[in-house]
């Protein structure tokens, strides 16, 4: 346990903006700035079009309707006034086409200046001066007969200049008038697209501020402190682990970096944890190494030093067997029967144990080995038990390994034995061993129909010293299955006994094309828990 760990503590609910606040602050001013100069571009742009089509479309065409006017109206005095003082028909046609362009202009100088009441007023005048002029002089001299001078041209030639005089007035003035409208409305226009230009460049240059505002905001509020935190990330990534996390920026890229501050002190606490722990586990291996390198050793050794006092006590037990057997009572027989028989136990599980003690210690360089090769002599060496048991021995062609070939033919003696000796006394053993590729290792599989093992034996069997049944029975030393345990991992691989098979026993094991180059930790775990466990 590291011990509790307590979070860093949250900022109060004080005056701290968060990165989306200062978004929608920023991008509600910045809307409402460029919605109100939008409006004013709007508004401007429209002035300007009203102005424009009233310049266009109503002031100049008014005033030239205007110099149109008045050019029919000059006609209509100069044919009256020629058709008057000769008579000739001919001065006539101007006088009705100036006639004719007249109620043409006049309508349309309504038309156009439709709501202006003064130019209204101004044309209302020059259609009075003109109905005038025409009522007394024109339509006069105009209803005299062709031919002839007409007298009324004489008599009423003052009168006719005065009228006229009176209609060139009323159109000069008509006239000034539409002028200065026209140069006030194109002075309106000009400025107007002055205000126009100033509004669009206000607005360009609020729309360059707001970017520039925008982007400064995003560096110094948000890019910089993403780019110090990345930077203080990398440092912590990168080994210093007591390089501190800053802070800056807004609420939330704050909360984030005393987050990960908080992370970065965690995980340097608990890989000061983690550390120590490793160090206490490398010391225990090695304690462990040690002492079972220091167990394997004591195995060797007791068992060799065994030998020489053990064979005295087997000699010397069937010498007295030899000798005095029969000379002495049945109980005295029976004793020396026992001894000797006890010595030669204890000689075989001396020597068993012995080879335990050399598997993963003490073999020979590894090399190429033949396993069908090494059945064979398997088979070889068990042919007198395989003949008395009248037992039938089938195998799939076995795989070449890189391997001890002494280890190999213990491992195959020992679970091809076992297969032979744990049979039924009602039938004849039947074994198979099979082979097939299981991605980089070799699975085997020893099958039987002897007595089987209760599954709740499975482990127990691959113990040292374990034994299912008694010496009586079946003999042995308990150290086969777990030699060959052994084995079978320090070759890289697992064994165990399949629960599921009911026939008999079926053994399956892996084995690695070439050897560890250490012995497992369950292989460790193996010879401790062995020297550890007596036998019952």
Known sequence: MTGKTTRPPRARKSFVWTTRRWLRVGVAASLAVLAVLGGTGAWVLGRTATISYELSDVRSPALSTAFRLESALLNQETGIRGYGLTGTPEFLEPYQRGLTDQNAYTAQLAQLLEGDTRALDDLKTVQDAVSRWQ???ARPVAASPPGAPSPLTTERAAEAKAAF???RQAMAGQQERLRAERARTRSDLAATIRLRNWVFATIAAVIALLAALVFEGLRRGINRPLEQLASDARTVAGGDFGHPISSA???DLRRLSSEIDFMRRRLVR??????????????Q???LQRSNAELEQFAYVASHDLQEPLRKVSSFTQLLQRRYGGQLDAKADQYIGIAVDGANRMQTLINDLLDFSRVGRVHHDPEKVDLDAVMERTLGALSVGIEEAGASITHDPLPTLVADPTQM??????????????????????IR?????????????????????????????FVIFQRLHTKDVYPG????????????????????VDPEYRDGTRISFTLAPEPLTAPSSSTIAEATRATAEPAP
């Open 285 to 287: 291996t090695a304690d």
């Open 165 to 167: 005089d009176t209609v």
């Open 270 to 283: 608990e890989l000061a944890f983690s550390e120590e722990a490793r160090r206490r586990l490398d010391a």
């Open 409 to 430: 033919g213990m491992l195959w003696q020992n679970l091809i034995g076992n297969a032979v000796k744990f049979r039924r006394p009602d039938r004849a053993p039947e």
């Open 249 to 251: 920026g807004p609420a």
């Open 135 to 137: 009522e007394r002089i």
């Open 477 to 496: 030393s308990g150290i086969g299955l777990a030699m060959c345990k052994k084995i079978v991992e320090f070759q890289g691989g697992t064994i165990a």
């Open 433 to 461: 061993v099979t082979v097939a590729r299981e991605g980089e290792l070799w699975r085997f599989t020893v099958t039987d129909n002897g007595i089987g093992i209760a599954p709740e034996y499975a482990e127990k069997v």
